[in-house]
């Protein structure tokens, strides 16, 4: 115990709550660096599996924006859970795509380097 001020008390979720108000703001914030960051990972990196990770990172940042949007018009609308659910399998089959298309172009050329893929004749 500090003063008069109990530490536990401190601590206590609704307490936190009420200090730091989460908005629909501070998501579209987190989800604009996350996209950021797999935008830069996509333009940066010459790896395939880390462009294809860079891609799902910017997929999951429009699934954060979709939600903070559903969250800001109240629980009673489903329409953006029904879209992120939408997001997650196309992402799911991009990415079995993806390393499909990866792992023949290894087998072929020895090397997942984009640069090298870029020639296109096997």
Do not use: Q
Request: glycine share 6%; with cysteine; aromatic share 8%.
């Amino acid at each position: 115990m500090i003063g008069s001020i109990n530490i536990l008390d401190i601590l206590k979720p609704e307490l936190i709550c009420a200090i730091v108000r989460v908005t629909p703001t501070h998501y579209l914030y987190v989800a604009g660096i996350v996209f950021c960051i797999g935008l830069m990972g996509v333009m940066i990196r010459r790896n395939a599996i880390a462009i294809l990770m860079s891609i799902e990172l910017m997929l999951n940042a429009v699934n954060i924006v979709l939600i903070a949007g559903g969250r800001a018009y109240g629980p009673k609308t489903y329409d953006a859970s029904s879209f992120v659910i939408f997001i997650i399998a196309v992402a799911a089959a991009e990415a079995i795509v993806g390393l499909a298309l990866i792992l023949a172009a290894y087998r072929h050329m020895k090397d997942i380097n984009i640069d090298d893929m870029s020639i296109m004749k096997w």
